[in-house]
């Protein structure tokens, strides 16, 4: 078999329902499976195991995060390609069998990603270089909300590179991410520490690790809603973006450089608090403020 699809799900079911229909296009002249491992969701996700039945479909009780989820998934795969699949994508027309065909061409290629787009046609980012701790500090904090063209930014998100050109990165969007099965044989599965967040930074800082390449090939193009799952539950959200955040750096750049991350996270969020707990002092939108404070507040807690 080329490829197995693995899908983690959780409560997005019109989304995943797009996302089954548009996978026969994307696979032309592949043989492949597709695995979906549902995490206790309650929209009725569970009745479109009826709806396609070549889909092999694993029933989670509790919700066992998207790490482990995608785990199970992968124990049950054949393929000689694992392609992860966030459930909110819509896989345009060869897209992974452009993916598969290029890392055929390529041996040395562990892992491929595609050229993600928002729904309205607009480019997603999806390319990264590894971060450093000073991009930690810039990335989805308050700091780059107030200065979004830092250099640390531009780094990190291969702005030297054209959207359009194939090219070597340090890791991709695991949106939608295809692994040669032989690094996951050699480097193991995602790392269970990480709920959900970071977990394909570090499959890909492990993969390169050990000498494989990691190419981003945009002539494969997938739709990705982004964040469909997550935005259900915002403060848990931020909760596993920055606790995976520090505990990245704590694998791969030891204790002091992850405390130096957390601290720095800790003074912005502290800032931020500050700041949300004037405006609503002034009585600017309470009910929002209230609940920014109390997201931050989880954050500085559990981080």
Not at 94 to 101: E, G, I, N, P, S
Not at 214 to 220: E, I, N, R, T
Request: hydrophobic residues 40%; aromatic residues 10%.
């Amino acid at each position: 078999m080329d490829i197995s699809i693995c899908i983690v799900n959780w409560n997005v079911k019109t989304l995943l329902r797009q996302c089954l229909e548009s996978i026969p296009a994307g696979v032309r002249g592949l043989t492949y499976e597709v695995i979906v491992v549902d995490n206790a969701s309650t929209d009725g996700s569970a009745a479109l195991a009826h709806e396609f039945p070549h889909v092999r479909w694993v029933q989670n009780r509790e919700n066992v995060g998207f790490t482990r989820a995608n785990n199970q998934a992968l124990a049950l795969s054949r393929g000689r390609y694992i392609c992860f699949l966030n459930p909110d994508t819509v896989v345009h027309p060869d897209a992974l069998t452009t993916l598969v065909r290029y890392m055929d061409a390529h041996p040395d290629v562990g892992i491929t990603g595609p050229q993600l787009r928002y729904p309205d046609g607009t480019l997603q980012p999806s390319r990264y270089r590894f971060p450093s701790p000073l991009t930690a500090l810039m990335e989805s904090t308050p700091l780059a909300w107030v200065w979004p063209t830092n250099p640390w930014n531009r780094r990190y998100h291969c702005k030297d590179c054209p959207p359009d050109r194939v090219h070597d990165v340090d890791w991709l969007n695991g949106a939608c991410l295809v692994v040669r099965r032989e690094v996951i044989e050699q480097v193991g599965a995602f790392d269970e520490q990480f709920f959900m967040y970071s977990e394909e930074l570090d499959l890909c800082r492990r993969a390169k690790d050990a000498g494989w390449r990691v190419v981003y090939v945009p002539q494969a193009q997938v739709l990705h809603y982004e964040g469909k799952s997550s935005e259900q539950v915002v403060t848990a959200r931020h909760v596993h973006f920055n606790r995976s955040k520090v505990l990245y750096f704590r694998k791969h750049h030891g204790p002091w450089i992850a405390a130096l991350v957390r601290w720095g996270l800790s003074v912005q969020y502290l800032g931020q608090m500050g700041v949300e707990g004037l405006k609503w002092l002034l009585g600017h939108k309470r009910a929002l403020r209230a609940a920014r404070i109390r997201a931050y507040w989880a954050v500085l807690r559990q981080m």
